[in-house]
């Protein structure tokens, strides 16, 4: 049976993008917290991945709809469990104008071409990623966030990046880019020490900092 480079990169593009969505439910499972961690990044991440999957389907790319799909799960199951844990509910209008954003460029496809809402697709990890660094970066307590879930996440892009050079498919670059840059944001934040990050971001009299450092 012969075996393309691009299947290959393709399902192990597909088999870390279900893996790399499992830490972040399992470890808010375990945890009675969602401390660091956005709801409205989870939610832009759920409405992302399924227009992913809508748009490898009318692609016929495979490779495109499996990853997709098989991420929601996780992306999904997170997302309602940060809601139920307390997890940070700012920009919670984003979802909402990201879902009506794609619904538009989609509708508008044949006047515009497919062009647009392939941008708007590769730079849709923006609305995940962004989010988390924010929250990440303004919170003191980060001990809900798995790490590994954003490591993960690094190499996915780069297998996504290569498939999409392979199988010349623009969104896959621009979201390999994107979300490589946005979890190395979030990874970099996980390694500051309580101490150094509380000299940019005061905490407050009303926070436990011993808790944090033990969280830490």
């Known amino acids: 049976m012969n075996i393309s480079l691009a299947t290959v990169v393709g399902l192990a593009g597909t088999l870390l993008a279900f893996a790399y969505t499992v830490p972040q439910m399992r470890k808010l499972a375990r945890t009675e917290t969602a401390a660091g961690v956005s709801v409205a990044a989870l939610a832009n991440s759920t409405v992302s991945g399924v227009a992913w ?20 799960p996780g992306t999904a199951g997170a997302l309602l469990l940060a809601w139920t844990r307390g997890g940070n509910r700012d920009r919670l209008w984003l979802p909402a104008l990201w879902a009506a954003t794609i619904a538009a460029l989609t509708a508008l496809v044949p006047l515009l071409g497919s062009r647009p809402i392939i941008v708007a697709l590769g730079c849709s990890i923006t609305l995940m990623v962004a989010p988390a660094a924010l929250t990440a970066w303004r919170s003191h307590d980060v001990s809900a966030i798995a790490a590994s879930a954003w490591a993960m996440l690094i190499v996915d892009a780069m297998l996504a990046g290569a498939y999409g050079l392979l199988a010349d498919i623009d969104a896959n670059l621009i979201y390999a880019l994107v979300a490589t840059s946005g979890a190395a944001l979030i990874l970099a934040r996980l390694a500051v020490p309580p101490h150094v990050h509380a000299r940019f971001v005061p905490v407050p ?8 450092s033990l969280a830490a």
């Open 205 to 212: 009299d009303d926070v436990d900092r011993d808790g944090l």
């Open 53 to 72: 999957t809508i748009f490898g389907v009318v692609e016929h790319e495979l490779w495109v709809v499996l990853p997709a799909l098989l991420s929601l």
